[in-house]
């Protein structure tokens, strides 16, 4: 459609270039005469200076009759109210009088556009040529188009001569490219500005899910294209459709688009529009009763009284609208009342003179008396002041403002030019403009620098693409109790410093047309996920549909799902991370107050038994057998006990170093004895042989408490080689489970670590090897079975720990391996203490030295003498077997 716009200008410039090129070949020969001319409804007064004005007084391209526009004439009459007010300021232009040519558009581009070409080119009959041109063009400025294609048309045309247009309500951002309309001004902001306000006031109540109705020309498809764009950029929300208004009566489309609407979630509706086009909309929403939706109005409609009627008021109750700064202009009032209907009209009392007056522009007035008055017929000499019209009301004023802003921009530019000094001037060879020969170009060198405040207080300049410091108020539509309706300032949207749209609202004066009035609406396409959950696409739909889909664990969602930092994980409700839980085998949960108890008993129970072997310790019983290495047995047997403490609580770097080295040092000592036992015993009933009581010498207390002490020493550098180079060390293990941290000590080095229980093995089963051997020696000295039995226990328990630990999670695995050393710990301390203290305590008849010495010198007596039997003759049994046999007794 704006291709089809660009063509219609195209075609107008070359009639205009056509039309040149006919009046410069007719002027070589005779005097110019104009061909046609147009017919227009305008308003003129003579001066010095002429300005020239484009108003919307009547529509004619969508209803088929004429019909007047009361506020377009109002902005007509401000315009020339601004300039009879400069005419009477003596500090501005005091030496020019100011003049005005007004035209009436008729809301037609063809109009309008003839209307510009009659501005900037005159309709004098005839003009005879001379040899020198002298005087300024027929306007030195344009104050107009209100309609954005308008507006473009005209600059097209106008800006090849450089002539001023300061637009009033032409918004399209279009029209700042300078390089295409370099003359072009504005004293309101351009639609860039209002888009992004609209954004900022659809981010401000979480409307994310709108619907988009353009006007059909260059206004509203330029500001579709902004907005779809600016709106995608800035992830605020999406469009749930875009519907362009037709022009002219076209109910068709206008029912199509009303379906769409009422099919839509989107509750909020925003309009780029002309009040043509939401005239014919909202007779299309009545017919369809399409209530429960929320307006946005752009400055193009915002303030149409036409709208704001009890009828559409259910309807448009509560629309939100972007309007023009509202002003005061003191006088203006005053000035309209003084107005008289008439074709003819001259008044030299009234602050206006009107010289020429066409085609009934003041005349139509008279419908409006006649509407106001009921009927009654009117004479044309009416006093005004007694009439309450929408004309009069001048309580409201924006577009109005904007052209009184506009008319004082042109007339500060002409002072200032005025005002230049010859020589100092800002044009070649610092020459100045003259106001007999100046020419549209130097008024618009002068008018982008102009720089001025109104009496209202407002500051007008215009930036390098002639736009004007943009300032816009945020209106309200309020449903009054008694049906009637206020529109209500409640808020402001400008430029902040940093070049960002500031958006002030007051929502406690906000009516919401819906069911308690207080509460804006809401319009989504997807309601915001719940926590715990995050948003997928809906496919072949915008961003802004979207399923809810449930994080999975160990994620959290905000915006989307996120997985939680290593050492949390996300609550039941996915809503947010918590802490893990910690697991480690614990004094306070029953297994490990188990296995401490245990623990406990067994280190009681060993220190019991040292108890009784202390104080028996000169009975044959304590004393068999190296008594020292049974007290050394004991001691080690309750450091195995109490290393089994350090495998439970959480694990600490000292603890992780000392379990193994505790754990591997107390069992080497342990079985040690144990092999040293098992040895001595072997060696003292192997002595029956002739000159077997010289190995005995290899078996004395000394050199027995040596060799528990170097198989000790070799466990005891294992462990520090372990510790040096691969150090056991606590470590959060979070393989078993995902929101467990499970508190574990890694052993460092697999090798030490099998290595340190190779070598309690080894001699284990050494002990176990030799223990069997001598399992039927006599009972009553040798304690071989009870060794015997212990390292059968011992190894069973330690063959089936292995499989068990590595089979077993987290504290599980400390578990197994406390079970396996107080398991073998109570069964060493059971099988080799056990019977012994029963002996000690319940049978003393056999804890005596005849008692022990009987079965063990007979047995080496016989063996003895069955060994060494023969013809000849019969020897002693060893002397030294049996020394050492009464030794290790007691004497």
């Given at each position: 459609m704006e291709a089809s716009h660009q063509t219609l200008v195209s075609f107008y410039i070359w009639i205009f270039v056509y039309c040149l090129a006919e009046f410069?070949?007719?002027?070589?020969f005779s005097p110019?005469?104009?061909?046609?001319?147009?017919?227009?409804?305008?308003?003129?007064?003579?001066?010095?200076?002429?300005?020239?004005?484009?108003?919307?007084?009547?529509?004619?391209s969508v209803f088929p009759e004429l019909t007047f526009d009361p506020p377009g004439f109002r902005h007509a009459l401000t315009m020339a109210f601004a300039i009879e007010e400069i005419n009477e300021n003596p500090n501005l232009l005091p030496d020019v009088t100011l003049g005005y040519s007004l035209y009436d558009n008729c809301a037609t581009l063809v109009i309008g556009f003839s209307a510009a070409i009659s501005l900037a080119s005159g309709q004098e009959e005839q003009f005879v040529p001379q040899t020198g041109c002298f005087g300024s063009p027929p306007v030195l400025g344009i104050v107009g188009d209100s309609f954005s294609t308008f507006s473009i048309a005209t600059s097209d045309v106008l800006g090849l001569f450089r002539l001023p247009i300061v637009s009033y309500f032409a918004t399209c951002s279009c029209l700042s490219d300078r390089r295409r309309f370099p003359s072009f001004f504005r004293t309101i902001p351009n639609d860039a500005f209002q888009v992004h306000a609209m954004i900022q006031i659809l981010k401000h109540f979480d409307w994310t899910w709108v619907g988009l109705l353009v006007s059909d020309d260059d206004y509203g498809l330029h500001v579709a294209q902004s907005f779809q764009s600016e709106l995608t950029q800035s992830g605020l929300g999406c469009l749930a459709y875009l519907e362009v208004l037709p022009w002219g009566e076209n109910p068709t489309e206008l029912r199509r688009i009303v379906e769409v609407i009422k099919k839509s979630v989107a509750r909020v509706i925003i309009v780029f529009a002309h009040q043509i086009h939401m005239i014919q909309l909202m007779e299309e929403v009545l017919k369809q009763n399409a209530t429960g939706l929320q307006w946005l109005a752009s400055e193009a409609w915002t303030t149409a009284v036409v709208l704001q009627t009890p009828r559409l008021m259910p309807y448009l109750g509560g629309t939100l609208g972007i309007a023009i700064s509202r002003g005061e202009i003191p006088g203006l009032q005053h000035f309209l009342q003084k107005t008289r209907p008439g074709d003819n009209y001259h008044n030299e009392n009234s602050m206006v003179n009107l010289d020429t007056l066409t085609f009934k522009l003041f005349s139509l007035l008279?419908?409006?008396?006649?509407?106001?008055?009921?009927?009654?017929?009117?004479?044309?000499?009416?006093?005004?002041?007694?009439?309450?019209?929408?004309?009069?009301?001048?309580?409201?004023l924006r577009p109005e403002y904007n052209i009184y802003k506009a008319v004082y921009a042109l007339a500060y530019a002409l002072d200032d030019m005025l005002k230049c000094e010859p020589g100092r001037g800002p044009f070649t060879d610092n020459s100045c403009a003259f106001l007999q020969t100046m020419e549209p170009w130097q008024l618009m060198h002068y008018l982008e620098k102009v720089n001025f405040s109104v009496p209202f207080g407002d500051q007008v300049s215009f930036d390098q693409n002639g736009d004007a410091l943009p300032t816009y108020d945020i209106l309200n539509w309020q449903w009054l109790p008694d049906g009637g309706v206020k529109v209500q300032k409640v808020g402001i949207v400008k430029k902040s410093t940093f070049n960002d749209e500031e958006l002030k609202l007051d929502e406690d004066k906000i009516f919401w047309n819906f069911n308690d009035n207080q509460v804006p609406p809401e319009s989504v396409c997807s309601t915001n996920c719940p926590p715990g959950t995050r948003m997928a696409r809906q496919k072949g739909q915008p961003v802004c549909c979207f399923d809810c889909i449930p994080c999975s664990e160990g994620k959290f969602s905000s915006a989307e799902c996120i997985s939680c930092p290593e050492d949390f994980?996300?609550?039941?409700?996915?809503?947010?991370?918590?802490?893990?839980?910690?697991?480690f085998l614990s004094y306070q949960e029953p297994l490990g107050v188990c296995l401490t108890t245990a623990s406990v008993l067994g280190t009681i129970s060993c220190a019991v038994v040292l108890a009784i072997f202390t104080c028996h310790r000169q009975t044959p019983m304590v004393k068999a057998n190296n008594s020292e290495l049974s007290f050394l047995l004991l001691f080690s047997l309750k450091l195995c006990f109490l290393c089994s403490l350090l495998f439970i609580g959480q694990p600490r770097l000292w603890t992780c170093q000392l379990r193994h080295v505790a754990f591997g040092i107390s069992f080497v000592l342990c079985v040690s004895c144990i092999l040293v036992k098992t040895m001595v015993v072997l060696a003292v009933f192997k002595a029956s042989k002739p000159g077997g009581g010289a190995n005995l010498k290899w078996f004395g207390a000394a050199q027995q408490k040596r060799t528990v002490f170097a198989l000790t020493c070799i466990q005891a550098a294992?462990?520090?080689?372990?510790?040096?180079?691969?150090?056991?060390?606590?470590?959060?293990?979070?393989?078993?489970?995902?929101?467990?941290?499970?508190?574990?000590?890694?052993?460092g080095s697999i090798i030490g670590f099998s290595v340190l229980l190779g070598y309690i093995g080894m001699l284990a089963v050494i002990s176990f090897i030799l223990a069997f051997l001598a399992r039927n020696l006599p009972d009553n000295f040798?304690?071989?079975?009870?060794?015997?039995?212990?390292?059968?226990?011992?190894?069973?328990?330690?063959?089936?720990?292995?499989?068990?630990?590595?089979?077993?999670?987290?504290?599980?695995?400390?578990?197994?391996?406390?079970?396996?050393?107080?398991?073998?710990?109570?069964?060493?301390?059971?099988?080799?203490?056990?019977?012994?203290?029963?002996?000690?305590?319940?049978?003393?008849?056999?804890n005596t030295k005849k008692a022990i010495m009987a079965r063990g010198t007979n047995y080496l007596l016989s063996g003895q003498q069955h060994h060494n039997q023969g013809p000849k003759k019969t020897q002693q049994p060893d002397k030294k077997a049996a020394s050492f046999l009464r030794t290790t007794v007691g004497k």
């Open positions: 410069s070949f007719s002027s070589v110019c005469k104009l061909i046609r001319p147009f017919h227009l409804n305008g308003l003129h007064r003579s001066g010095d200076v002429i300005l020239g004005g484009l108003f919307e007084v009547h529509y004619t008279k419908i409006l008396c006649w509407v106001e008055a009921g009927g009654a017929f009117c004479t044309g000499e009416e006093d005004l002041q007694s009439v309450e019209t929408e004309f009069l009301d001048v309580s409201n994980w996300s609550s039941p409700l996915r809503d947010l991370c918590v802490p893990k839980k910690t697991e294992v462990c520090s080689v372990w510790i040096v180079m691969a150090s056991p060390v606590p470590h959060k293990n979070i393989q078993y489970h995902n929101d467990i941290i499970v508190y574990e000590c890694l052993v040798n304690e071989a079975k009870l060794i015997t039995f212990s390292m059968l226990i011992f190894c069973a328990v330690w063959v089936a720990f292995v499989p068990a630990y590595i089979s077993s999670p987290g504290k599980y695995a400390d578990a197994v391996e406390v079970f396996a050393i107080l398991a073998s710990s109570f069964g060493l301390l059971m099988s080799l203490f056990g019977p012994k203290c029963y002996v000690i305590l319940m049978r003393p008849e056999k």
